[in-house]
């Protein structure tokens, strides 16, 4: 007989609204921690930061940013040079690639200046819908939700999501929470980074352990 998989249960309605209230309470003030000073910085940074740590994008940004200064720059950039910058970055490859051609693409189509649209962004080369988000989230605070492997990881945890997909689990926690999406974005990336981490998680003293569901199957999740 095939071996029937067992999910963690879901959490409830009045759960979903404690969960929510103790995540807005413990991560009041949460943003990225990328490091940037405009818009066209924190585009770059989180195109580099798939698959990649923000500690490792934030060693590498310093010397992008001071070599190529403005997105014209980056557009007009030689692609050798790209990928050597930023080559200890995971697809170094095709994200050096990515970034001169959305460049190019800013500069021609939206004459200079990344589009603050969910869709126009979204038609960047190497621009995914959670990349699209990340960037709303972080610069206009649109209630809008993005799941990272945090927050993927979190979200199933806590029986907010059985979703396989990052976007299904997305639509699944904007449905739940409804609305303060881009703070609890936050909030859950931090949580899944520094404490409820993939190996290991710091159980002890958590303030989401009587909502945790799957505290059997950490190693799977």
């Known amino acids: 007989m095939a071996k029937v998989q067992k999910f963690p249960k879901l959490a409830?309605?009045?759960e979903?609204?404690?969960?929510?209230?103790l995540f807005l309470k413990?991560?009041?003030d949460s943003v990225t921690e990328l490091t940037y000073s405009n818009l066209f910085e924190l585009l770059v940074a989180v195109m580099l930061s798939a698959q990649c740590t923000d500690k490792r994008v934030n060693m590498l940004t310093p010397t992008l940013f001071k070599?190529?200064?403005t997105?014209?720059?980056?557009?007009?950039?030689?692609l050798d040079d790209v990928k050597e910058i930023i080559k200890s970055c995971s697809f170094f490859n095709n994200k050096a690639k990515n970034l001169i051609a959305l460049s190019k693409m800013i500069v021609e189509k939206y004459?200079?200046?990344v589009p603050l649209e969910q869709k126009e962004l979204i038609k960047l080369p190497g621009v995914g819908q959670k990349t699209a988000n990340v960037i709303l989230i972080e610069y206009t605070g649109a209630n809008l939700?993005?799941?990272?492997?945090?927050?993927?990881r979190v979200a199933h945890r806590l029986g907010l999501s059985r979703a396989k997909s990052a976007k299904d689990t997305e639509a699944d926690l904007a449905k739940k929470f409804k609305t303060n999406l881009h703070q609890l974005h936050q909030a859950m990336v931090l949580f899944g980074r520094y404490r409820c981490k993939a190996i290991k998680p710091e159980c002890n003293d958590c303030f989401l352990a009587e909502f945790c569901k799957s505290k059997e199957s950490f190693k799977a999740l």
Do not use: C, G, Q
Not at 71 to 78: F, G, M, P
Not at 145 to 152: E, I, K, S
């Open 12 to 14: 409830k309605k009045e």
């Open 145 to 152: 939700m993005a799941v990272d492997t945090h927050v993927f």
């Open 71 to 78: 997105i014209k720059d980056l557009a007009e950039a030689d």
């Open 111 to 113: 004459n200079s200046k």
């Open 26 to 28: 413990n991560y009041p």
């Open 67 to 69: 070599r190529y200064k």
């Open 16 to 21: 979903i609204e404690k969960i929510k209230e």
